[in-house]
């Protein structure tokens, strides 16, 4: 009797595509309210006048780089979270988690502490001569946004902790609560109350702390992988912290050199004036929405590849990386054309002049074109290396190119070649093509896999 062929079993998969439905719908919905709100708040803070956009503009290139720097340990510690949760190790997973939270908490509250003790040379010398009424607005501003350092550092790092447990709509919801007490806060305090800038610091304070207190009760779960321990041990577990750091120091000195370089480039904008300034402002609120599915997905890459890793399977890494790639193309092709057809709409909401209007407009179809071409390769892509632990390639070719492309041409292209504030942007677009050759190269020869598996 003839023996019967066995088939082979298909591969089981970490993730399918509900899983992946369910995680990636939350985080774009995060994602939209987040910059939806930071639209709304400009459009409010307008209503001031355009010394107070720049201003709000000012400061928040600063706020960006300290929140992208607590972001990139949140993003170490999930790393290490999600490579223990993919080897079913949940009790360091964990301690991974509860590790991350107390170390984050305590960086959060010195970088505060700091904040405060050089305000004014951060106004001064970073930004260099200002005129008086922005400087003024720029002050006032940062004082009272500089008291939720701490709260966002938690938040992030909770919601980090959440995604990579594959539960994105805990992230979401917080959000939601965040977003509609900022932007409630801002309307009653700027239009009611007459508040002025000071008016959309304090409801970006109070909704920054009402999230972080969210996300620590809701971390009490009992049927969580990852729960918050009470009494928490606020003892520093040397071994764990240095895992984290070895993932979120190298992303984190990747992402504040990244953002120091938009600070130097928003000081060679200042140069050119207040209506370039209001248009540079415009363009980078506006054009986040060109690029929200990107940085969705980004969040997703990290949840899932790490998963992988941890399970030791790489072909499902490659197998995620090209799925999650080809849905951020899709989806980000989608939310561009929808945002150019309604580009003229947008733009008269923000009560600007006609030069700065025009400014803006070049700007943003600028930057929507190549969001659809090379972003995904520029900034999804490389979180794949980073959840594989290959975090030192990613963050030399981001700073080199940065420094290279970005800060150097945008001087040369808006000095030398009299293309003012719209020359930054175009060395914007080089300096994403040069990363996106790299990283692309990095996948394709599986460099990435001697950091990953050990090989």
């Given at each position: 009797?003839?023996?019967?062929?066995?088939?082979?079993?298909?591969?089981?998969?970490?993730?399918?595509n509900?899983?992946?439905?369910?995680?990636?719908?939350?985080?774009?919905?995060?994602?939209?309210?987040?910059?939806?709100?930071?639209?709304?708040?400009?459009?409010?803070?307008?209503?001031?006048?355009?010394?107070?956009?720049?201003?709000?503009s000012?400061?928040?290139?600063?706020?960006?780089?300290?929140v992208?720097?607590?972001s990139?340990?949140?993003?170490?510690?999930?790393?290490?979270?999600?490579?223990?949760l993919?080897?079913?190790?949940t009790?360091?997973?964990?301690?991974?988690?509860?590790?991350?939270?107390?170390?984050?908490?305590?960086?959060?509250?010195?970088?505060?502490?700091?904040?405060?003790?050089?305000?004014?040379?951060?106004?001064?010398?970073?930004?260099?001569?200002?005129?008086?009424?922005?400087?003024?607005?720029?002050?006032?501003?940062?004082?009272?946004?500089?008291?939720?350092?701490?709260?966002?550092?938690?938040?992030?790092?909770?919601?980090?902790?959440?995604r990579?447990?594959?539960?994105?709509?805990?992230?979401?919801?917080?959000?939601?609560?965040?977003?509609?007490?900022?932007?409630?806060?801002?309307?009653?305090?700027?239009?009611?109350?007459?508040?002025?800038?000071?008016?959309?610091?304090?409801?970006?304070?109070?909704?920054?702390?009402?999230?972080?207190?969210?996300?620590?009760?809701?971390?009490?779960?009992?049927?969580?992988?990852?729960?918050?321990?009470?009494?928490?041990?606020?003892?520093?577990?040397r071994?764990?912290?240095?895992?984290?750091?070895?993932?979120?120091?190298?992303?984190?000195?990747?992402?504040?050199?990244?953002?120091?370089?938009?600070?130097?480039?928003?000081?060679?904008?200042?140069?050119?004036?207040?209506?370039?300034?209001?248009?540079?402002?415009?363009?980078?609120?506006?054009?986040?929405?060109?690029?929200?599915a990107?940085?969705?997905?980004?969040?997703?890459?990290?949840?899932?590849?790490?998963?992988?890793?941890?399970a030791?399977?790489?072909?499902?890494?490659?197998?995620?990386?090209?799925?999650?790639?080809?849905?951020?193309?899709?989806?980000?092709?989608?939310?561009?054309a929808?945002?150019?057809?309604?580009?003229?709409?947008?733009?008269?909401?923000?009560?600007?002049?006609?030069?700065?209007?025009?400014?803006?407009?070049?700007?943003?179809?600028?930057?929507?074109?190549?969001?659809?071409?090379?972003?995904?390769?520029?900034?999804?892509?490389?979180?794949?290396?980073?959840?594989?632990?290959d975090?030192?390639?990613?963050?030399?070719?981001?700073?080199?190119?940065?420094?290279?492309?970005?800060?150097?041409?945008?001087?040369?292209?808006?000095?030398?070649?009299?293309?003012?504030?719209?020359?930054?942007?175009?060395?914007?677009?080089?300096?994403w093509?040069?990363?996106?050759?790299?990283?692309?190269?990095?996948?394709?020869?599986?460099?990435?896999?001697?950091?990953?598996?050990?090989?």
């Amino acid at each position: 009797m003839q023996k019967q062929a066995v088939l082979p079993q298909p591969r089981l998969r970490l993730f399918d595509n509900a899983a992946l439905f369910r995680l990636i719908l939350p985080l774009i919905v995060e994602q939209f309210l987040t910059i939806a709100v930071g639209m709304v708040d400009s459009v409010m803070v307008s209503s001031v006048g355009e010394a107070a956009v720049s201003a709000v503009s000012l400061v928040d290139t600063v706020n960006v780089l300290i929140v992208n720097l607590f972001s990139a340990l949140a993003t170490g510690g999930a790393v290490i979270a999600g490579q223990y949760l993919g080897r079913n190790d949940t009790g360091n997973a964990e301690k991974a988690g509860n590790q991350l939270l107390l170390f984050t908490g305590a960086s959060a509250l010195v970088v505060m502490a700091l904040v405060y003790l050089g305000h004014n040379l951060l106004l001064d010398v970073v930004f260099g001569h200002l005129e008086a009424d922005v400087r003024a607005f720029c002050s006032s501003y940062l004082l009272i946004v500089a008291a939720s350092i701490p709260f966002i550092a938690i938040y992030n790092s909770g919601a980090a902790l959440f995604r990579v447990m594959g539960n994105s709509n805990v992230s979401m919801m917080v959000s939601i609560v965040m977003n509609t007490v900022n932007i409630c806060g801002n309307a009653f305090l700027i239009y009611r109350l007459r508040m002025g800038i000071v008016g959309a610091a304090i409801p970006t304070l109070v909704s920054r702390i009402l999230a972080a207190g969210m996300m620590l009760a809701w971390l009490r779960r009992p049927d969580l992988s990852i729960r918050l321990r009470l009494p928490f041990d606020f003892r520093f577990d040397r071994q764990m912290i240095g895992r984290i750091l070895r993932l979120g120091v190298p992303n984190g000195l990747e992402n504040s050199m990244f953002q120091l370089g938009k600070i130097v480039l928003l000081s060679l904008v200042a140069t050119f004036g207040t209506a370039s300034i209001a248009a540079n402002a415009v363009g980078n609120s506006v054009s986040s929405f060109q690029s929200l599915a990107g940085m969705a997905m980004s969040m997703a890459m990290v949840a899932v590849i790490s998963r992988c890793v941890g399970a030791g399977d790489e072909e499902q890494v490659q197998y995620y990386t090209r799925k999650l790639m080809a849905i951020c193309y899709a989806v980000m092709l989608a939310t561009n054309a929808l945002i150019l057809l309604a580009m003229p709409m947008i733009l008269h909401a923000y009560n600007l002049s006609s030069e700065t209007m025009e400014m803006a407009k070049r700007v943003l179809l600028l930057h929507g074109s190549f969001c659809c071409l090379i972003w995904p390769l520029s900034f999804t892509l490389p979180n794949a290396l980073r959840a594989a632990n290959d975090v030192r390639f990613s963050m030399i070719v981001s700073i080199v190119s940065m420094w290279l492309f970005r800060v150097i041409c945008g001087y040369v292209f808006a000095n030398a070649l009299g293309l003012g504030m719209f020359g930054t942007w175009v060395a914007m677009i080089v300096d994403w093509g040069v990363r996106s050759a790299f990283f692309f190269w990095r996948i394709r020869s599986g460099g990435w896999k001697r950091a990953a598996f050990n090989i």
